[in-house]
C-alpha cells in the first residue's frame, strides 16, 4: 500500500492508502520524490471527492520494461499527462497533443505509473527539487517563448504572475529579454521583483494598454504571453503588443475571448498561439535553463510534507506563494 493525496470535502483535503499501481506494457513504475503543485486548488475549492490530484512528478525508476531505455534507479522527470508513443504527434516530441492523451493524472502519490514516452533522464549535476520546475513550472512557459522566438532584443509581455507566469519571467530573463508584467496581487509582485522584472502594471487600470505601449516606445511589445486565463488579459496582449507582434495563450480558459478578425488579425497581422507545453526534443535546453539560472531558487516558496497537505492546499488558495513543492515521504 502507498499514501496519495485526496480531496474529501469542500477545502479539505488528507492522506489515504491506496494499493501501489502496477505497470503495463511500454509503462514505468515510479516513486516519487517531488511532487510540485498547480491547479489541484480548483478541486480543492470545489470539493468534489477524488484522490487523482497532481499531473507534476520527479522521482525514481523502480520497474521499467525490459528493453527499454528506463532501468531501476534512473531518476526521471515524470511530464504532465501521457501519449500512447506512437503517432506523429508523440514521435515529434508533443506527446502532449497525442490524441490516445488519458487526460488524468494522480502525480501527488509516493508511487505512480507513467507511460515510457512522457519520462525524460534527469542529468546527474541536477537535484530532483530543481529538476521538478520542469514541468509546469518553467515547462509551460518555457514551450511557449521558444515558440515566440524571444531573444535579449525582444520586450514580452506577460499577464498574469501566478507561478506559471513567474516561470515566464524566469525564461525570459535567461533570454536576455525586457520584461513586463501585468499583476494585482502584492506578494507574486514582489516575487517577480526578485526574478528582475522590468515593470508591473497594474491589470485594474483602465490605462494598462497606453502605459504598456508608453513603455516601449508607441508601438507595444514585441510578444507577450497569457498565463491568467482571463479573457480580459487576453485583450490586453492583444491590444497592447506590437503590430506584426506575437500573443501565445498558456493559461487555461473556458471562457469566450472576443476576437475581430479583420482590426486584430488582418489589418495588426498578430500571431496567435496556443502553448500547452514544450516539446520534448527541447527538454536539454530546458535543463540549461535550470542549472544555469540564479532565478530558480527565489520562484520555490514553500515545500510541505505531503502530511501537511491541507495546509499546502490552504497556502496554494491563498496566492501568497510561488511555486510549491511536496514531499510524498515526508
Keep these: ?24 506494457a511500454g ?15 480548483k478541486a480543492f475549492l470545489e470539493g468534489k471527492p477524488h484522490d487523482c490530484l497532481g499531473h507534476e512528478a520527479v522521482g525514481e525508476v523502480i520497474e521499467a520494461p525490459p528493453g527499454g531505455i528506463f532501468r531501476p534507479g534512473d ?40 507511460p515510457a ?7 546527474d549535476d541536477i537535484a530532483y527539487e530543481q529538476a521538478a520546475l520542469a514541468c509546469c513550472g518553467l515547462g509551460a512557459s518555457f514551450g511557449a517563448i521558444r515558440k ?28 536576455g529579454a525586457r520584461v513586463i ?23 485594474r487600470d483602465p490605462e494598462a494598454a497606453r502605459q504598456i505601449k508608453e513603455m516601449t516606445g508607441g508601438t507595444g511589445p514585441d510578444c507577450a504571453v497569457d498565463c491568467s486565463g482571463v479573457p480580459a488579459a487576453h485583450r490586453l496582449c492583444i491590444d497592447a503588443v506590437k503590430r506584426k507582434g506575437k500573443v501565445a495563450f498558456v493559461g487555461e480558459s473556458h471562457t469566450e475571448t ?17 502553448s500547452w507545453h514544450y516539446n520534448l526534443n527541447d527538454y536539454p535546453k530546458l535543463m540549461n535553463v535550470i542549472r544555469r539560472s540564479p532565478l530558480t531558487e527565489p520562484f520555490v516558496t514553500h515545500v510541505f510534507p505531503m502530511s501537511r497537505i491541507q495546509e499546502a492546499l490552504e497556502t496554494s488558495v491563498s496566492q501568497q506563494c510561488a511555486k510549491i513543492m511536496l514531499k510524498p515521504w515526508e
Excluded: W
Design 75 to 114: 531518476r526521471v522527470v515524470a511530464m504532465p499527462l501521457s501519449g500512447c508513443g506512437e503517432c506523429e504527434l508523440c514521435l515529434a516530441g508533443d506527446f502532449i497533443h497525442c490524441l490516445n492523451n488519458p487526460m488524468q493524472d494522480s502525480a501527488m502519490a509516493q508511487y505512480i505509473v507513467k
Design 258 to 274: 472576443p476576437i475581430v478578425v479583420s482590426r486584430d488579425l488582418i489589418r495588426k497581422g498578430i500571431h496567435l498561439i496556443g
Design 1 to 24: 500500500m502507498m499514501k496519495k493525496a485526496a480531496i474529501v470535502g469542500e477545502r479539505k483535503a488528507e492522506l489515504v492508502e491506496r494499493p501501489i499501481p502496477k505497470p503495463k
Design 117 to 123: 514516452v512522457s519520462l525524460r533522464k534527469i542529468p
Design 181 to 203: 508584467g501585468v499583476e494585482s496581487n502584492p506578494y507574486r509582485i514582489e516575487v517577480a521583483r526578485r526574478l528582475g522584472i522590468d515593470a508591473v502594471i497594474d491589470p
Design 27 to 41: 509503462e514505468v513504475l515510479i516513486k516519487v520524490h517531488v511532487a510540485p503543485m498547480c491547479t489541484e486548488y
Design 148 to 175: 515566440l522566438g524571444v531573444s535579449a532584443y525582444d520586450t514580452l509581455l506577460v499577464t498574469g504572475l501566478g507561478p506559471v507566469g513567474l516561470g515566464a519571467v524566469i525564461n525570459a530573463k535567461f533570454c
